[in-house]
Nanobody, 125 residues
Framework: QVPLVESGGGLVQAGGSLKLSCVAS?????????RAWFRQAPGKEREFVAG????????NYIESVKDRFTISRDNAKSMVYLQMNNLKPEDTALYYC?????????????????WGQGTQVTVSS
């Protein structure tokens, strides 16, 4: 069973918006773990985009998405979201949801144990 499942990707024009969603499987449903979004563009390494701690009180973002992206979570539904506004062509990538096994985590991939299969975001100019 895939631990995390992403949805909400698609094709959008520059300046547009998308909202990504990530639901945890039953195995992770009751875990109060830190979650994050990563992305990987063609020919590039996977990079951290945004993270949120177990209760949603603390978030962090890479500089290039600050003031445009917002990460949030609904623990009752075991959901994590990424609202993306004012999208740019350089945001084009496969976006992955990830979960740590502890309440807080940083921005490095090795802190996250569970991963989804990704959802494609394509931004046209």
């Amino acid at each position: 069973q895939v631990p995390l499942v992403e949805s909400g990707g698609g094709l959008v024009q520059a300046g547009g918006s998308l909202k990504l969603s990530c639901v945890a499987s039953e195995a992770l449903f009751y875990g109060v773990y830190a979650r994050a979004w990563f992305r990987q563009a063609p020919g590039k390494e996977r990079e951290f985009v945004a993270g949120i701690n177990w209760d949603g009180e603390n978030t962090n973002y890479i500089e290039s998405v600050k003031d445009r992206f917002t990460i949030s979570r609904d623990n009752a539904k075991s959901m994590v979201y990424l609202q993306m506004n004012n999208l740019k062509p350089e945001d084009t990538a496969l976006y992955y949801c990830a979960s740590a096994r502890r309440p807080t985590a940083g921005d490095t991939q090795n802190e996250y144990f569970y991963w989804g299969q990704g959802t494609q975001v394509t931004v046209s100019s």
